[in-house]
């Protein structure tokens, strides 16, 4: 008999979609299950049959594992596959489907619980030999013990949530003075995320490269190791740009790597997909970081370059088939590239953003991959991770994978909310990376000055196509094409284009020709509109021709250049009011969320850039700030509160 036959994805998203695609081609029959926020998501429409298992929250959804049970139970479903994140490495929901007599795709519960904590993987693996960094696992967890250990260890340092993953509840400590405020708010977020406070320190290393391998086991004692992947291009300790082979490790390091991996499996007798992450220094030496119990993100790339489908391999395990290959029959062929399309605004911090998805058109070309959950036109709330999907590229160098992967982040449509794209685009870009010159600092110490992680005031060309499109609207509501519907055809137009609280004049003549004459500041430019479907905008300027992609409702308009997504909005015939400056003492919500924690109260003395709120949104916490010096007059939220994008949440005089 079969061991199992209808799979139920406890998950949402780009995994979900991912599991799906693999169970179907194996004929296995499949359930999703979603929240109120996922109601019409993909991985709902994809799936054979889905379930309602609460409200948005993941506390009240897809951490509820008595729902999620009851899910399988009603729709006969015998296997359970988590995916990552949520439920996927929780030994409690391990076990709860082993009680149920359902199959749990996934490792051992004691597996999970072991390698899940930080603190005891740690001590598991220097008792099995594995290279570990120089920190403190302990079990006291007061903040007298913590501070005396971080002493011990040296500044500077990390601290990271001993349940922890994905960088929440992980902070740098330069010095000893922040140590206790950084304690606090570790644990605060750790709690949150993973219900746990536990905390552990480590030496901070400088510079290194984070460097992961591969590990797959089965019921029948085999266990053997993928290949690598270098994932040390990261924004605030999250990866988002990984790759296989890691381009500077020898063959040498690589068997040292994978055989300490090897051990690190063994300790715990590990059965199905998982992960050993290391951190690899300048010297040569690696150390144990985590292990990963499940499958990871980045698995696309390990995919591409030996032709496996690891989520086959999960499916055949749980089922109780040996693995396929013993170790000298893995072979590795080229190289793959992935990066993680993020709804965040990396000029404001990385803030995730929250709103509608206006258009999404990636484009896709043979040796690239998506992987994604994105429906146009649905609604990116704030209760979920921020990751919309990954663009994967294969090659047979490097070179090759990283230059096709260049043109499908730069050609990819995404219009509706900020993005990280523009941000991918300059790091694969970048000189240092394209010859593998890199760590895990590369972003904070050789990519500060970049276009993406600044506020960057639109291009004169973007506010040119901008106005053309806008006249073109108004001409079209008339009927008339690009001249004729004006009574003073001589007269040229003035725009306001503005983004933000910034607005620019633009000034536009339409000649006989279909060619528009925009100045802008000092520029003078020539337009020619030579094809407009609602979607696409063909135009010529110089002689070049250029498609551009946008969307264009009512005075707002999302419009795709060179410079990424850029989100403008046409204030002609909006009354002109005093606007905000950066100095404002009006406080309010950067994106939709929860408050956390409210710092002061009526009448408190605050200075500009002191945190005064925490908001909670998409698994992280962000402290706001005060913009000016001076006393608060009005707190209008308590914690706990959700609130929504632009809401006014106290004010300062």
């Not at 490790?249 to 055989?259: C, H, P, V």
């Amino acid at each position: 008999m079969p061991r199992f036959s209808k799979i139920l994805i406890a998950n949402r998203g780009e995994i979900a979609c991912r599991i799906l695609r693999t169970a179907h081609a194996l004929g296995y029959r499949t359930v999703a299950v979603f929240s109120d926020a996922d109601a019409q998501a993909l991985h709902v429409q994809q799936a054979d049959e889905a379930v309602h298992i609460g409200p948005a929250p993941v506390q009240q959804s897809y951490l509820n594992i008595a729902a999620i049970l009851d899910a399988a139970r009603r729709t006969g479903a015998d296997a359970i596959h988590p995916g990552y994140g949520f439920l996927s490495e929780n030994a409690e929901f391990a076990r709860a489907c082993e009680a149920a007599a359902i199959t749990f795709i996934g490792p051992s519960s004691a597996a999970i619980e072991l390698m899940g904590s930080k603190r005891l993987s740690k001590l598991a693996m220097l008792e099995a030999g594995v290279p570990c960094i120089a920190g403190y696992q302990g079990a006291a967890q007061d903040d007298a013990t913590l501070a005396r250990e971080a002493a011990r260890i040296g500044y500077p340092l990390m601290i990271k949530a001993s349940a922890g993953g994905g960088g929440r509840g992980m902070r740098l400590v330069q010095h000893a003075n922040d140590l206790v405020a950084q304690l606090h708010t570790a644990r605060s977020e750790a709690l949150n995320a993973f219900a746990s406070a536990e905390l552990i320190l480590e030496q901070a290393l400088l510079e290194p490269r984070h460097v992961e391998v591969q590990l797959f086991g089965d019921h029948h004692g085999q266990l053997i190791y993928l290949g690598e992947r270098d994932c040390s291009i990261q924004r605030r300790h999250q990866k988002i740009i990984e790759e296989a082979p890691c381009p500077v490790l020898t063959d040498t390091l690589r068997q040292a790597m994978g055989e300490a991996a090897l051990k690190a499996g063994r300790a715990v007798d590990y059965v199905g997909a998982g992960t050993v992450e290391f951190l690899l220094d300048k010297q040569g030496r690696f150390y144990f970081l985590e292990m990963n119990t499940r499958l990871q993100v980045e698995h696309p790339v390990t995919e591409m370059t030996t032709g496996l489908d690891l989520v086959a391999w999960q499916l055949q395990v749980a089922a109780g088939w040996p693995l396929p290959l013993r170790q000298e029959q893995v072979a590795c062929h080229g190289h793959a590239m992935e990066v993680r399309l993020y709804a965040e605004d990396p000029a404001q911090g990385f803030m995730p953003q929250t709103g509608r998805v206006l258009r999404w058109e990636p484009a896709l070309q043979p040796g690239v991959r998506l992987d994604h959950g994105v429906v146009e036109g649905q609604v990116i709330s704030p209760f979920y991770d921020p990751m919309l999907g990954k663009l994967i590229a294969h090659g047979a160098t490097r070179e090759e994978a990283r230059r096709k992967l260049l043109r499908a982040v730069q050609d990819c449509v995404l219009l509706g909310l900020a993005s990280n794209q523009r941000l991918l685009a300059e790091l694969l870009a970048h000189p240092d990376f394209a010859s593998g010159q890199f760590s895990t600092g590369f972003i904070a110490q050789q990519f500060a000055d970049a276009p993406s992680l600044h506020p960057q005031p639109p291009q004169a060309y973007v506010l040119a196509i901008a106005a053309a499109l806008f006249y073109q609207r108004s001409a079209s509501a008339h009927a008339t094409g690009l001249q004729g519907w004006r009574n003073h055809q001589g007269t040229a137009l003035t725009y306001r284009i503005g983004q933000g609280e910034q607005q620019w004049p633009v000034e536009l003549s339409a000649r006989g020709d279909q060619t528009l004459c925009i100045g802008v500041g000092e520029q003078l430019i020539d337009l020619k509109l030579l094809h407009d479907d609602g979607r696409w905008l063909l135009l010529e300027r110089d002689g070049v021709r250029r498609r551009h992609a946008y969307h264009l409702a009512g005075d707002e308009l999302w419009l795709l250049t060179g410079q990424g997504a850029v989100h403008l909005h046409d204030y002609t015939h909006a009354p002109v009011a005093a606007q905000a400056g950066v100095a404002s003492g009006v406080l309010g919500a950067p994106m939709d969320g929860a408050i956390v924690q409210v710092l002061v109260e009526v009448g408190s003395r605050v200075h500009a850039g002191q945190p005064l709120l925490v908001l909670e949104a998409m698994k992280m916490e962000h402290p706001l700030k005060a913009g000016i010096d001076g006393v608060v007059t009005r707190v209008q939220v308590s914690p706990g509160d959700q609130v929504k994008n632009r809401q006014v949440l106290l004010e300062v005089e």
